[in-house]
């Protein structure tokens, strides 16, 4: 097989891989793969809760939301997304890698230019919330595209939260 028909096959591999990541809901078998990868990593309940992802000029906001007011819900998510805003302030991603994939779109920026974002975690009456802030461009573009594959990959489990 010449060189060109190999790195072609290559690539559409990739795409092919990352379609899930590209816009809009995962197909099926996907959402399934990242609920079941979600449960080791994730100490709440996914069917009762929901992620929402708002896209900000300066980076974007996190938050995962108890569905039923659940208090034992309520304190697994805060605890999670507090040990998440310690790992993401010293480059660790290995959760939504065990998630989503080595090659989720924007982490791998977000993991060599970590030291460009400023992350707050704070409560919320059903939930938390992890605020990111930045003044690079390029990490807002990765915040943006790591954003957009949490919502494609959780499916109905996540909003992009646009009104």
């Not at 996907?30 to 929402?52: C, K, Q, S, Y």
């Not at 779109?105 to 460009?116: D, E, K, N, P, R």
């Not at 930045?134 to 990765?142: G, I, L, N, P, R």
């Amino acid at each position: 097989m010449s060189k060109i028909i190999w790195l072609i096959l290559v690539m559409l591999l990739a795409l092919v891989g990352c379609q899930s990541q590209a816009g809009g809901p995962a197909n099926p078998a996907r959402l399934e793969e990242v609920a079941a990868r979600g449960a080791e990593v994730m100490p709440f309940d996914l069917e009762r809760t929901t992620h929402i992802f708002k896209k900000r000029d300066n980076g974007g906001l996190q938050q995962v939301i108890s569905d039923d007011g659940d208090a034992a819900q309520i304190e697994l998510i805060r605890g999670h997304l507090i040990e998440e805003t310690e790992r993401f302030s010293q480059g660790d991603f290995h959760d939504p890698q065990m998630i989503h994939g080595e090659n989720m779109a924007g982490v791998h920026q977000l993991m060599s230019g970590y030291q460009q974002i400023t992350l707050e975690y704070s409560d919320l009456e059903n939930g938390g919330q992890i605020l990111y802030t930045t003044a690079d461009a390029e990490m807002v573009t990765a915040l943006h595209a790591w954003f957009d594959a949490q919502v494609s990959d959780h499916g109905g489990h996540a909003q992009d939260g646009r009104p």
